[in-house]
């Protein structure tokens, strides 16, 4: 059973930065994929970030330039680092992996950006 802890969320000012964490606990053994979606209010879930095990990023146009996704593969978490944000990147953010072809989620951080 992998179980997904999320932390770091909160309310920050427009133009401040936020770091998300995701640590992954249970039998890995190797990850294909580590990301990251949000979910606004009325939208969509959208990705937001994604990296590969390879190391291949990819990120929604939106964000580019200003997040960047990462991990330390020693401690089974990925980390988004979130700059200059906006009140538009207010969402439910959720972790999300896929382990031997099955997807696994957090529970979700809000994080939220006041103008």
């Known amino acids: 059973q992998v179980q997904l802890v999320e932390s770091g969320g909160g309310l920050v000012q427009a133009g401040g930065s936020l770091r998300l964490s995701c640590a992954a606990s249970?039998?890995?053994?190797?990850?294909?994929?580590m990301g990251w979606y949000r979910q606004a209010p009325g939208k969509q879930r959208e990705l937001v970030a994604g990296?590969?095990?390879?190391?291949?990023?990819n990120y929604v146009d939106s964000v580019k330039g200003r997040f960047t996704i990462s991990r330390d593969n020693a401690k089974n978490t990925v980390y988004l680092q979130m700059n200059s944000l906006k009140p538009e990147d207010t969402a439910l953010y959720y972790c999300?992996?896929?382990?031997?072809?099955?997807?696994?989620w957090g529970q979700g951080t809000q994080v939220t950006v006041s103008s």
């Open positions: 999300h992996i896929i382990l031997r072809g099955t997807d696994y």
């Open positions: 249970g039998s890995i053994f190797s990850i294909n994929f």
């Open positions: 990296l590969t095990s390879r190391g291949i990023t």
